[in-house]
């Protein structure tokens, strides 16, 4: 940058508020061998076929290349996700929507407007009502509702929702979706978006709790009470599970490893001793208990399904007192668990 004469490099400085197209760049004064020097020491960045400064997060760099690329349209689906802290999931699976890392952008219906899908982009045409948008980073993005209903009309079940959840835990009303879905009632995947959305439970804590819940779902298990509490006869249990079939006694824990990582091997120690004390104190309530990970769930869920019904075979069986329990509202965020903020996810493909 300082080998620019002054006066180019302050016009230059006064223009990085947007992205620059080339020929902007050469009336702005710089030449050819000027932008390849700049892009090479990283003071200019180049996205979309747009150039913009170099100090920019590289990410929020891509995806405003891709705007000013593509005029009148938003950031939408998984980006708008990825802008708002919006949790989402993909098993990596060889169908799943869009190229991984492209950047997903909506545009309103016109003659001279097609979806797109290419590595780096995928383009959808749709209606956006000021409803639906929002400003996120200083970038037009689809507000979380629409995002997410969005996202439930093209994803499967188990993936959609992990982002159902998630937003109903950041306190999305239900009928903010709804009134969503409304808007898209003749839409494609609307039903799959609909199933996703009443399926939704703002008390799973993890992608995991989500994925989970899902796979009982699909295996035609019955609905488990979720962050049950126990009494243990003077007061209620500090600790929640985060499935419990009361007609079968029987507990369920999705355990990601990422609870029991920590800095020193008396750490971990120490969190492994209190996972255990943990599992006693649930064993002397005379209740089956079945763990399970992430290789189960996304894995082999037909086999964590079997697990889970041997585990109410057993239950069934027992003849020790009954469990005093309770859960938290789905309707009253003020006693919802807080969604854990560094979720234990695994790479996608």
Known sequence: MERLRREVRDRLLAAFGEPLRHGQLRDLGLGDHDVQRLVRNGSLQRAHGKYLDGAIDPRLATIRGALAAHPRSVVSHQT????????????????APGPSGAVWLTCEPGADRRNKTRGDLVLRRATLPPADLLVVQGLPTTSVARTTVDLARRLPLAEAVVTVDHALAREVRREELESVLRRQRHWPGIRRAQRA???????SESALESIARARFEEAGLPAPVL??????????????????????????EADGLAKFEAPTVKQR????????ERDQRL???????????????VL????????????????????????????????????WPRPRTAPDLPATG
């Open 80 to 95: 708008a996700a990825e802008l708002s802290g919006l949790r989402v999931w993909s098993d990596g699976s060889a169908d």
């Open 197 to 203: 959305i009443a399926f939704g439970d703002p008390r």
């Open 227 to 252: 962050q049950a509490q126990f009494w243990d006869g003077q007061w209620w249990a500090e600790e929640r599970v985060d499935y419990w079939w009361p007609q079968y006694r029987t507990v369920g």
């Open 269 to 276: 120690r120490r969190a492994l001793r209190r996972a255990f």
């Open 283 to 297: 064993a002397d309530r005379d209740l089956e208990l079945v763990h399970f990970g992430w290789e189960d769930a």
């Open 300 to 335: 082999r869920p037909g086999d964590l399904a079997d697990r889970v019904k041997a585990a109410f075979a057993r239950g069934a069986r027992r003849t020790g007192p009954t469990p005093r329990w309770r859960t938290t509202d789905p309707n009253d965020p003020h006693h």
